[in-house]
C-alpha cells in the first residue's frame, strides 16, 4: 500500500511527515511501501530510499513521528511485474526472465 504523496523524484513530502505525525499516537507505524531502488517503483510519486533527498525527506518524517511519541518502520516494497516504464525515473524496460 502507499499514499502516493511523494514529490516526482520520490523524496518524501511536508504532506508525508504531517499524514505520519497525525498518526504517532499509535505507537508502532510501519509506513507504505517505499521502493530502495529506481526499479522498484510502479507508481508514480511514491516515496523511496535510495538516494541522499529521499533520505533526508524521510527523517523529516521520523523526526514528526518520534516528537509526536511515535515510532515507525519503512516498509520496504518492489513492484515487480507490476512495473510499467512510464512510473520509472529512468524508463527502463521490465526484465523479464524465463
Same mark, same amino acid.
Given at each position: 500500500m502507499? +499514499?502516493?504523496? *511523494?514529490l516526482?523524484?520520490?523524496?518524501?513530502s511536508d504532506?508525508? *511527515?504531517? @499524514? %505520519?505525525? &497525525? +498518526? *504517532?499516537s499509535?505507537?508502532?507505524?510501519i509506513s507504505?511501501g517505499? =521502493?530502495p531502488?529506481d526499479?522498484? =517503483?510502479? @507508481?508514480t510519486?511514491?516515496?523511496?530510499? %535510495?538516494?541522499?533527498?529521499?533520505?533526508?525527506?524521510?527523517?523529516?518524517v521520523t523526526?514528526? #513521528?518520534?516528537?509526536e511519541?511515535?515510532h515507525?518502520f #519503512?516498509q520496504?516494497?518492489h513492484?515487480? +511485474?507490476?512495473l510499467h516504464p512510464?512510473?520509472t525515473p529512468h524508463?527502463? &524496460?521490465?526484465?523479464h526472465? #524465463?
Open positions: 502507499t +499514499r502516493s504523496r *511523494a516526482p523524484d520520490g523524496t518524501p504532506l508525508v *511527515a504531517e @499524514y %505520519y505525525g &497525525q +498518526r *504517532a499509535v505507537g508502532l507505524i507504505e517505499t =521502493q531502488s526499479d522498484g =517503483q510502479g @507508481y510519486n511514491t516515496p523511496g530510499i %535510495y538516494t541522499e533527498n529521499h533520505i533526508k525527506g524521510w527523517k523529516k523526526s514528526k #513521528v518520534h516528537s511519541g511515535g515507525i #519503512v520496504l516494497m513492484v515487480g +511485474r507490476v512510464d512510473n524508463h527502463r &524496460q521490465l526484465l526472465l #524465463v
